[in-house]
């Protein structure tokens, strides 16, 4: 078995999307061993997976999450402490999951002659930049776009989740794959009762902040009960960064004991959550890194057979209307009108229950992982 190794610059919960490719790659004969940054060092140093997976975690660098001048400092420490585990793994491939781990792979790949992907889940230097402020904010930006360009460039392949990242990738580096956010078919294995149940029951996964529309949510919650919907809310994340979570408890206080906030959910975890719910949010601000990207809680939506309410952005749009799963809308537009909406399929049950089903058909018959996972390993055959 050929040796390969995927870095991470999270601890690996797991990660579904690596998850997915990791195992994808172990059960077709690649030697896999996934080497993460522990932050909190919250979990054990070592283990493995099932599926013979070997999970290592640098556990000596403690750090938040996020871009700041102190992270300055504390990524290159990473990138120095995973330098010694590739020389005693020896990989043939060496796979960088996010623009952070880049230069670590690219690193010891160039030197060593061995081919390095990088797999952006997200266009990483749109994805910081409205967390950098001032003219050092700017000169930061400018400095991980250049290095983003440059690490694309030197990266043997490129692999990316849909149309639109591939077009921006494709111009340093001519072998791009799309691997899209899909779910696997076993989600996907049974109907969803929604709109059947005393309560109407919103939720929400993925990280918790202002411009991923959670305080939206509140102001969904609290129009519906008025219109006399017996109406919850579930959160399924982690708050980015903590300061949001002081911000939404304020705004949320006149409905706070709607809310069941329930932290990350593991990825085993997710259609038993799902599908307790009637209808899955995704209402994103139009910041340029959601504009540009499709979110992966918008096929877990689709598999658990909810009814989406989703951001009229057209990676986003594309997928709605194919599978004709649910209603697509202005974030910054007033609520009224997805509020009559809602109002309607709850008085016509039939309707979401049918949006429901296509959606959880579209995932079965097309984005499901299993029509994907055989160009990830084409790929590393061909390189290795």
Known sequence: MLNTVMLLSNSFKPDSRVLKEAESLQNNGFNLTILCWDRHAELIPEETLPSGIKIIRIQNIPSSYGIGSRQLFR?????????????TINPHIIHCHD???LPAGLWFGLFHHIPVIYDAHEYYAELVKPRLHGIMGWLLYRIIKLGEQIGVHFSRAVVTVDDTLATIYQKQNRNVIILGHYP??????????????PYLTLIYAGRLSG??????????????????????LILAGIFTPESEKLKFNVYAKDVISSINYIGWIPYEKIPQVYRDADIGLAVLLPEPRYVAATPIKLFEYMACGLPVIASDFPSISAIVDDAKCGLLVDP??????????????WQNSAIPQSLGEGGRKAILLKFNWENQSNCLVKLYRDLS
Do not use: C
């Open 211 to 232: 411009d991923r529309g959670i305080l939206l949510y509140v102001d969904m919650v609290q129009k519906l009960q008025e219109k006399g919907i017996p109406t919850r």
């Open 184 to 197: 696997e078919i076993k989600m996907a294995g049974q109907k969803n009762p929604v709109f059947s149940r």
């Open 332 to 345: 910054r537009a007033d609520l009224s009108e997805t509020i009559k909406t809602i109002e309607f399929w």
């Open 75 to 87: 990524i290159p420490k990473f990138w120095l402490a995973v330098q010694p585990y590739l020389k």
């Open 99 to 101: 623009f952070d781990t």
